[in-house]
């Protein structure tokens, strides 16, 4: 059987663009992300600051890891992203901006994901860490 990701949006649960309350999966094998911040591969940091450059950075990397595994950003099923003082203004639209343009102007797939405020992370820096899973046959 070919895997199949499919999306569920029921009724009585909000919809919106670029996320999936439910992802159903029939895929043989899963994928784990470790937690991507938005550093290049020398380890610098990418938009320090800026919300929306971190996140985009972030997901790039989670195309990298993706890819190093034999996957791709549609093959995400979940994602949880900790933000680092989310209640900042403008915070949350620029994090669901990047979203919308992180793979070269294009979306990064949508998928069921949480977004959780976070006091700290790792590095004072970051502002954004994101993991996925991702499902393959």
């Given at each position: 059987m070919k895997k199949e990701n499919l999306a569920?949006?029921?009724?009585?649960?909000?919809?919106?663009?670029?996320?999936?309350?439910?992802?159903?999966?029939t895929a043989s094998k899963t994928i784990y992300i470790a937690g991507q911040a938005p550093y290049d591969e020398s380890m610098e940091l990418v938009g320090a600051g800026d919300y929306q450059l971190q996140t985009t950075k972030?997901?790039?990397?989670?195309?990298?890891?993706?890819?190093?595994?034999g996957a791709q950003p549609k093959d995400v099923v979940n994602s949880v992203l900790y933000v680092k003082a989310l209640d900042t203004p403008g915070a949350a639209k620029a994090i669901m901006e990047a979203m919308a343009t992180a793979l070269d102007g294009q979306p990064f797939p949508a998928h069921a994901f949480s977004?959780?405020?976070?006091?700290?992370?790792?590095?004072?820096?970051v502002l954004i860490e994101i993991t996925a899973v991702a499902t393959l046959d």
């Amino acid at each position: 059987m070919k895997k199949e990701n499919l999306a569920i949006d029921p009724d009585g649960l909000y919809k919106i663009s670029g996320f999936h309350q439910v992802m159903v999966s029939t895929a043989s094998k899963t994928i784990y992300i470790a937690g991507q911040a938005p550093y290049d591969e020398s380890m610098e940091l990418v938009g320090a600051g800026d919300y929306q450059l971190q996140t985009t950075k972030a997901l790039q990397n989670i195309a990298t890891a993706l890819a190093a595994a034999g996957a791709q950003p549609k093959d995400v099923v979940n994602s949880v992203l900790y933000v680092k003082a989310l209640d900042t203004p403008g915070a949350a639209k620029a994090i669901m901006e990047a979203m919308a343009t992180a793979l070269d102007g294009q979306p990064f797939p949508a998928h069921a994901f949480s977004i959780i405020g976070v006091a700290a992370l790792a590095d004072p820096r970051v502002l954004i860490e994101i993991t996925a899973v991702a499902t393959l046959d």
